[in-house]
Each structure stands twice: as structure tokens, then as C-alpha cells.
């Protein structure tokens, strides 16, 4: 079975600095990687999804995310952070009509 | 286009009683899946419905149990609750359209179940 480890329980960041949180996925061909966003007492939101093709993905609220076999990786990036950005962010990984989902990062932003 | 929405969004219930979570999916969605949030576990698949079958389980008790209805509304059930059965009770729906893993599930806000 296919599973995804984010490393980063919790990571403090400045309003303005860049962010960026680490995924790795255990899967022997190329998997179906999603980044979800969940707010506080909310359900969550699709950030971006990675299936095949350019590696390089481009999500929404200026997240992006880069796909390297070489690595096992799925690193979600923002240039930029901004306060509203403090949430937790989930990994995923798809397979047999589920997803499997790393343990989370809370992503704390100080001003 | 509406999204998910599930109901009750917040339900206390005791130890015993048995409890029923209700999620109706986004227009033309016909695949249905539950998810379990604790802060031990994180989120955890419970099933996956499609045009009323079940396609997948997750590792859950017997005690936990789902149907489709032919709208493609969904329901969960747990029996017996147990003081560990408190979370977040997610419900994504997707079209249900592709041999899954790629169709991206969209997630309703929740049902939050607390058992005294």
C-alpha cells in the first residue's frame, strides 16, 4: 500500500518568508499526489494535485509544488507567506478509491 | 455549484448509543467517501461508495457502516459508540467517473461527534 510521511509536525514562519513543506510517498510507480489545506473547524480544501506529466504544479493562494522521483518528494512551496496562510496542510496520496494522508504540518505565521 | 454538506455539524451522544451522519454530495458526484479525523490518528478512510456499491473499506469495527442512496447521498452509522469514536467525521464526494486514485475528492466541513 501506498503511504506519505511529512516529516514537519509544526513550523513557525514570518509574514513575507517563504514556506515550504516536505512530503515523501512510498509507492513503487508513479503515484497520485494531492496537497489538501484545512482551517480550523473547517473540512478541507484541495491546494493542488499532482497525476503525471510536468513536474512542476501549480496550485491555488500562489502554492506550488514539485514532484521528484528521485527523491520519493512532493514539497509544497509558497514564496510569500501570508497571515491567512497559518492552517494545517495535509499530504495525500490516492490509490483503490481512497486517500491515504500524511499526518499533517501546522503552519504557524508571526508577524 | 454547491458543495458538500453533511449534517448534523455537531452531535454529543453517550457511550451505547448508536448515531447516524448524513452527507449529500456535490451535484453529479456519484462517489461518496468517509474520512475519521482524531488528533491521535489523523485522518483515516472508513469507505467509499459508488452507484450504491461499496468499493473500498477501511480498518474499522463492524460497528461502523455506511450506505448510498440512489441520489448518491450518503449515510454512516456507528453503533455501540465508544468514548474513542470522538472526531471529525469527513465526507468528500468526486465523480467516481476514473479507476481511482487520480479523481480529487472535494470534503464537506465536517460532523464533529463527541461521546461522554
Known amino acids: 500500500a501506498q503511504s506519505v510521511t511529512q516529516p514537519d509536525i509544526h513550523i513557525t514562519v514570518s509574514e513575507g518568508a517563504s514556506l515550504e513543506l516536505r512530503c515523501n510517498y512510498s509507492y513503487g510507480a508513479t503515484p497520485y499526489l494531492f496537497w489538501y489545506v484545512q482551517s480550523p473547524g473547517q473540512g478541507l480544501q484541495l491546494l493542488l494535485k499532482?497525476?503525471?506529466?510536468?513536474?512542476l504544479v501549480q496550485g491555488i493562494k500562489g502554492f506550488e509544488a514539485e514532484f521528484k522521483r528521485s527523491q520519493s518528494s512532493f514539497n509544497l512551496r509558497k514564496p510569500s507567506v501570508h497571515w491567512s496562510d497559518a492552517a494545517e496542510y495535509f499530504c495525500a496520496v490516492g490509490e483503490d478509491y481512497k486517500l491515504s494522508f500524511g499526518a499533517g504540518t501546522t503552519v504557524t505565521v508571526r508577524a | 455549484k454547491a458543495g458538500v454538506t453533511q449534517t448534523p455539524r455537531y452531535l454529543i451522544k453517550t457511550r451505547g448509543q448508536q448515531v447516524t451522519l448524513s452527507c449529500s454530495p456535490i451535484s453529479g458526484h456519484r462517489s461518496v467517501s468517509w474520512y475519521q479525523q482524531t488528533p491521535g490518528q489523523g485522518l483515516q478512510f472508513l469507505f467509499e461508495?459508488?452507484?450504491?456499491?461499496?468499493?473500498n473499506k477501511g480498518n474499522f469495527p463492524g460497528r461502523f457502516s455506511g450506505r448510498q442512496f440512489s441520489n448518491s447521498r450518503s449515510e454512516m452509522n456507528v453503533s455501540t459508540l465508544e468514548l474513542g469514536d470522538s472526531a471529525l467525521y469527513l465526507c468528500a464526494s468526486s465523480l467516481g467517473d476514473e479507476s481511482f486514485g487520480g479523481e480529487t475528492q472535494y470534503f464537506g466541513p465536517g460532523t464533529r461527534l463527541l461521546v461522554l
Open positions: 499532482y497525476f503525471s506529466g510536468d513536474t
Open positions: 461508495y459508488f452507484s450504491e456499491t461499496q468499493r
